[in-house]
């Protein structure tokens, strides 16, 4: 069962990243008029490309059954761990959009769920 959660966990995170991050690309006025305005279009656009990026790779694992790998873990909680400090680091500061503290508490259960869904061992 813990794969089958880690599955649906994993694609969900592929899919929140690969929309969320393709958003200001595609239509950078309502990404702005959601997560309020922005000064450097091109840094919205690298960090929206790389969150893409994310998506696709954590989607490729997915379909590939590769939800255990190290790897793909590895990426999986070191990018919702930077997308939550800094959503955190400068939302808490009034720099940022409240929004992005939302995305924050959402990252931060993405990292629970790998947790819950690890795979324990269990001795006879």
């Known amino acids: 069962m813990p794969d089958q959660w880690r ?4 694609a969900f995170q592929s899919g929140y990243y690969g929309v969320t991050g393709i958003w200001p690309i595609l239509h950078l006025p309502s990404f ?9 279009d091109w840094l919205v656009h690298m960090v929206g490309l790389l969150a893409a990026v994310i998506g696709v ?3 490729s694992a997915t379909v ?5 790998s190290p790897e793909v ?5 070191t990018s919702a761990a930077a997308f939550a ?3 955190l680091w400068y ?5 940022i959009s409240p929004v992005y503290l939302a ?8 990292i629970a769920g790998l947790v819950v869904t690890r795979k324990t061992t269990t001795r006879s």
Request: proline share 2%; with cysteine.
């Open 7 to 10: 599955w649906r966990l994993l």
């Open 32 to 40: 702005e008029a959601v997560t309020g305005p922005k000064i450097d």
């Open 57 to 59: 790779v954590l989607g």
């Open 64 to 68: 590939r059954h590769r939800v255990r």
């Open 73 to 77: 873990v590895l990426l999986a909680s």
């Open 85 to 87: 400090a800094i959503d």
């Open 91 to 95: 939302g808490l500061r009034g720099h």
């Open 103 to 110: 995305d924050a508490g959402l990252q931060i259960c993405l």
